[in-house]
């Protein structure tokens, strides 16, 4: 098993975990029901998707 000769610096170890961080998912609105949704997915709100009802929700 490899084992490193000389301990890494926090700059190394940081500056490579810097790209790590997680990110706000982006929201765009339904132009069915102008509710705030996830791009590329079902509105979880009226159920539609490329202008298509794609599933049923219950009211």
Not at 32 to 59: L, W
Request: hydrophobic fraction near 20%.
């Amino acid at each position: 098993m490899a084992v490193p000769k000389k301990r890494q610096s926090r700059s190394r170890g940081r500056g490579r975990s810097a790209h790590s961080a997680l990110r706000t998912p982006s929201h765009s609105v339904c132009p069915n029901c102008q509710e705030p949704r996830i791009p590329h997915r079902v509105c979880p709100k009226c159920g539609f998707y490329r202008g298509r009802e794609v599933i049923e929700i219950e009211s």
